[in-house]
Each structure stands twice: as C-alpha cells, then as structure tokens.
C-alpha cells in the first residue's frame, strides 16, 4: 500500500464495527425464519432483497470515500474486493477472474459475516451470506450494467469458505 492508500486507510476511511455488523445479519436472519416460518428459499429471496436495499447506500458511502469505479463488468473484480476491504474492514482471501466460466469469483475463508455460525439441518440450504450477492447484484445495475450474483458456497454449510459468483448476462 502506497502512502496515499496508508493515509486514506488510516485516517479517512469510516470503519464498520464487526460485531455490530455480525449480530445485524444474525438478528435479521433470526427474524426472517420466524417471519417465513421456517421456509429457507423465502428466507434466501429476503436476504438478497435486503442486500438490494442496502446497496445504494453502500455505493455512495464507497463513492465519497474511495470514488474508483469499473468501467468493465471484469473491472468489479478489483473494485468489489477494495469496496469490501473499505466498508468491511477485510479484502476477499481470493479474488480471481474465471475465463472458463466468464465470471468473477470471491471466497472469503475467514468470512466477517458468519464468522462462528453453523446453519442446523432445519435449515440446510440458508444462504447466510446472501446479502453480499444482493448488495453485488444492485450495484452493478445502479453502475449500468447486467448481472447476477450467487453464493455458491458458505462456511455456515460446512465448506471451507464463502464464495460467492457475478456473473455478466
């Protein structure tokens, strides 16, 4: 990180408190499998709605603090992991374009989100994660482009990391 990127980081930036953060998603999540009673897919559906909702403002936040934006569906890859690192204080463990695959992929292995959580066989399937995909999903239609975002993996399963995937349409 160069002196420029130390001194943003360091004294411009607003942090999120981790916690905080965490015991949100919790206690949303806590509240949606009362409200859908138990159903995971509606869950899943609300939680990236919610992420929808949450981007706008995420993306002005971003835009007053960092304000680099990609031009190309591909320039997300860098963006969305410093975004991340930004408002969440971590950047994605790994974050890489899948020529193959024509998407772009970000895992996190230690997730901030649900750091800790395992998801019960009652609710195998719960995407924990998910209101990154919907955040992702609405950012890049408010930067004009089409796309859609999947976790496709959670630590909360039992996998190894959470990954997520954009795909351009």
């Known amino acids: 990180m160069g002196i420029k990127g130390w001194i943003g980081w ?14 949100l998603v919790s206690g949303i999540i806590d509240y949606l499998l009362k409200e859908t009673g138990g159903d995971v897919k509606a ?86 994660c998910h209101i990154m995909s919907g955040v992702f999903h609405h950012v890049l239609s408010l930067r004009g482009f089409a796309g859609e975002c999947e976790e496709v993996q959670c630590k909360t399963w039992g996998d190894e990391a959470c990954v997520w995937e954009l795909r351009e349409k």
């Open 10 to 23: 360091r004294f411009k930036v607003r942090k999120t408190s981790l916690n905080t953060f965490q015991a």
């Open 43 to 128: 869950a899943n559906d609300k939680l990236f709605r919610i992420g929808m909702s949450m981007a706008e403002t995420l993306l002005f936040e971003y835009s007053d603090s960092i304000g680099v934006h990609a031009t190309t569906f591909q320039g997300f890859l860098k963006t969305f992991n410093l975004a991340t690192k930004v408002l969440m204080g971590k950047a994605f463990d790994r974050a890489y374009w899948d020529s193959a695959g024509r998407k772009i992929v970000y895992a996190y292995e230690d997730c901030p989100i649900c750091e800790g959580v395992k998801i019960s066989e009652e609710y195998k399937g719960l995407k924990y």
